[in-house]
């Protein structure tokens, strides 16, 4: 594939390369690729809101099942002027695998609307919010799919959803995961996905034999992902010497006060001008130098045109497909390893599982039993998929998904789609 031809496909075309490209090393049966070229469903829906200056503004909805053969469809819900059909479709894939990957007993979905929540009032989002779960209310189920937060939606949001799906099919607090711990979700549950990077971290640095004290990291994110991932690794011992959020970057070569930079944040809403540090934009951050870059953000930051310039030893995805088919085969031309993200990101589905099987028994786990099963199931995953690099000598990416691929292969064989 040329550059050119890389740069034109689209997110759901993107992880299809490395779906693909593990099928053929499988010898996967072309029917149940087939199967999984496509989504099982895929809801769009219309959503009229009354604003707060009583102007009605039509959003776009959707919902996307990509495959249940594992369980219930399991995905966030995003809230994001780039969360298009594709978009989600691709995500929802992502969830299939990623799911697989941690052998959890769900299928993949992600939901999305096309807005943007920080030009919203609160009481706008709570509308729309609302409005869409009665559009695509009918395919969610405590069985069927479980929604949890993504990108712009947060525990609130899944209260929200909880209540409006809890008015018209009473009260199911297992729904959703990611609610707040008073209606019912799990200890730990904020922090989870970035408690899952810096764990992936911490393991590489066993896999290289290296420590954490001595290596430099830079995040691109100050979200719940990469805030999060921020202060864990810090906590372990990497020194954080970059960060940014959508407002800008800051940049210190000999390590950033984590705990100076929240405060900065609750204040400022923003790491930018944080000091001591230096400004940096977002796309100059990437090319820091540094030994590991975690883009926690948006996907596709990393491509062709920038790969050349990436200076970092390792490439940890905390964000969902943050580089592209074309980046990515740059960076491993360079020697660049990159972390997959169906791996280092899976710790929020993780304990969204978690919070799911606590609603079911109504028996709540303490925060150290929750961390201690998703330490146990993270760094079991990380050392399946670096052994199985090893063993084929393949890319941390495509043992990732051969891994998976073959879990979920396996489950629709026995289910009888094939």
């Known amino acids: 594939m040329t550059t050119v031809e890389a740069a034109k496909l689209s997110p759901s075309e993107s992880v299809l390369q490395s ?76 969830m299939t695998y990623k799911c697989a990957l941690m052998d959890l007993p769900f299928g993949g979905a992600k939901g999305g609307v096309m807005c943007d929540p920080s030009r919203m009032s609160e009481t706008e989002v709570n509308r729309l919010t609302r409005a869409y779960v009665q559009h695509i209310g009918m395919v969610l189920g405590i069985n069927r799919d479980i929604p949890a937060p993504d990108m712009g939606t947060n525990a609130q949001t899944m209260a929200w959803m909880m209540d409006a799906y ?13 609610k707040p711990v008073e209606l019912g979700g799990s200890y730990g549950r904020d922090q989870a996905t970035g408690r899952g990077v810096a764990t992936c971290m911490r393991e590489y640095t066993v896999h290289e ?24 690794a810090h906590q372990i011992g990497f020194t954080i010497i970059g960060l ?13 006060d984590i705990a100076a930079v929240d405060k900065h944040f609750a204040v ?35 491509h062709a045109e920038n790969a050349a310039r990436i200076k970092a030893r390792a490439v940890i995805e905390a964000a969902n497909h943050p580089i592209t088919p074309d980046g990515d085969a740059a960076l491993n031309a360079r020697g660049i390893p990159v972390l997959p993200d169906i791996m280092v990101n899976a ?14 028994q109504q028996f709540r786990w303490s925060l150290e039993e929750v961390n201690a099963e998703l330490e146990k199931r993270v760094v079991a995953t990380f050392h399946e998929v670096m052994g199985r690099t090893v063993r ?9 998904f051969d891994i998976s691929l073959e879990r979920v292969a396996k489950a629709i064989t026995l289910r009888g789609f094939v």
């Open 347 to 360: 710790g929020g589905v993780t304990v969204s599982y978690f919070e799911w099987t606590q609603n079911i």
């Open 268 to 302: 400022a809403g923003s790491v930018a001008g944080f000091e001591p540090a230096e400004p940096v934009t977002n796309e100059q951050l990437l090319e820091l130098p540094c030994d590991y870059l975690v883009p926690a953000a948006l996907g596709e930051v990393i």
């Open 166 to 178: 809890g008015q018209r099919y009473g009260y199911t607090p297992g729904i959703v995961t990611g």
């Open 19 to 94: 779906v693909y490209a593990s099928a053929a090393r499988l010898k996967t049966s072309p029917e149940v690729v087939d199967l999984l070229k496509t989504s099982w469903r895929e809801v769009r829906a219309q959503i009229p809101v009354r604003m707060d200056n009583r102007k009605l503004h039509i959003f776009e909805g959707y919902r996307v099942q990509h495959n249940g053969a594992r369980g219930p469809y399991k995905g966030g819900i995003r809230f994001h002027p780039l969360a298009d059909i594709d978009e989600v479709r691709a995500l929802a894939m992502l």
């Open 209 to 232: 034999k290296t420590n954490p004290r001595d290596l430099k990291v830079v995040i691109q994110g100050y979200g719940n992902v990469g805030s999060w991932t921020a202060r864990i």
């Open 392 to 400: 084929d000598g393949t890319l941390p990416r495509a043992a990732a």
């Open 244 to 256: 940014s959020d959508i407002k800008g970057g800051i940049y210190n070569p000999d390590g950033i």
